[in-house]
């Protein structure tokens, strides 16, 4: 993969094999330089800079959202409050259903191991199965979910439309959703046996998990402001809290 032309962040420095390793942040000051360095690259992996998996897992700090892909470090923008209350609500609706019917965990921006990908990502909602349940250890899940979601940003149109499809698709990822809050547009992919995906066709205005069976979304859900009160939503999937 071609490096960006870009110069090396201040706070890294580079390593005997010819790249660069980025300080672990150690103040508020280096995670707003790391903010704010993420900003700027607007989802590119950072210049210079290569890292080990083992590496990566030594350097990340909970208030530095990253990703590591294949040796290269992507450090994840801060997301805008619609972002946010979209990924809660997302959380909420998912694990009242989960649990109501003891399906297994629901999880918000939990670090995941692709190892058939070289990759570690930090998606914003993920279901893991009860009968998967040996995936998930005390920092990170070891292995493709079984659902994940993704809240597109303006900096991961292309991660989330296309790297993480690949991503998800080549891990086995059983099914994989994309919302664009900026084009009020969101499409389901269910894996198939060949294992590729294939999208999940709105019916009747609304998609249907085919993994998480109770659960459908309708669209126009989550372009409202606010969003829809999660009791009515639930209520229409046939959940009572």
């Not at 390593?15 to 690259?41: C, E, F, K, M």
């Not at 890292?51 to 590591?68: L, T």
């Not at 040796?71 to 809660?88: F, T, W, Y």
């Amino acid at each position: 993969m071609m490096m960006i032309a870009a110069p090396m962040p201040s706070h890294s420095k580079r390593n005997g094999r010819g790249g660069a390793v980025l300080h672990r942040p150690r103040s508020n000051q280096d995670i707003t330089r790391l903010h704010d360095l993420a900003t700027r690259l607007r989802g590119r992996s950072v210049p210079g800079v290569r890292m080990s998996e083992k590496e990566f897992e030594a350097w990340g700090d909970p208030d530095v959202r990253a990703e590591w892909v294949n040796r290269e470090v992507i450090l994840l923008s801060p997301s805008n409050l619609r972002h946010i209350k979209l990924a809660i609500w997302l959380t909420t609706v998912l694990d009242t259903i989960v649990r109501h019917r003891q399906l297994g965990e629901v999880y918000a921006e939990p670090m995941i191991r692709l190892v058939q990908v070289r990759q570690q990502r930090s998606p914003d909602v993920v279901f893991v199965s009860r009968a998967r349940r040996k995936l998930l250890h005390e920092t990170y899940i070891d292995g493709p979910p079984d659902l994940v979601m993704e809240i597109v940003s303006p900096d991961s149109v292309s991660r989330d439309w296309h790297d993480k499809y690949v991503a998800y698709e080549a891990s086995g990822v059983r099914e994989y959703w994309v919302i664009d809050l900026q084009s009020e547009r969101v499409e389901a992919y269910s894996l198939g046996r060949n294992g590729k995906f294939r999208a999940i066709a709105e019916t009747d205005g609304r998609i249907q998990s085919k993994v998480i069976r109770p659960l459908f979304l309708r669209p126009p859900w989550l372009w409202q402001i606010p969003l829809p009160d999660p009791a009515a939503v639930l209520k229409e999937l046939g959940i009572r809290r």
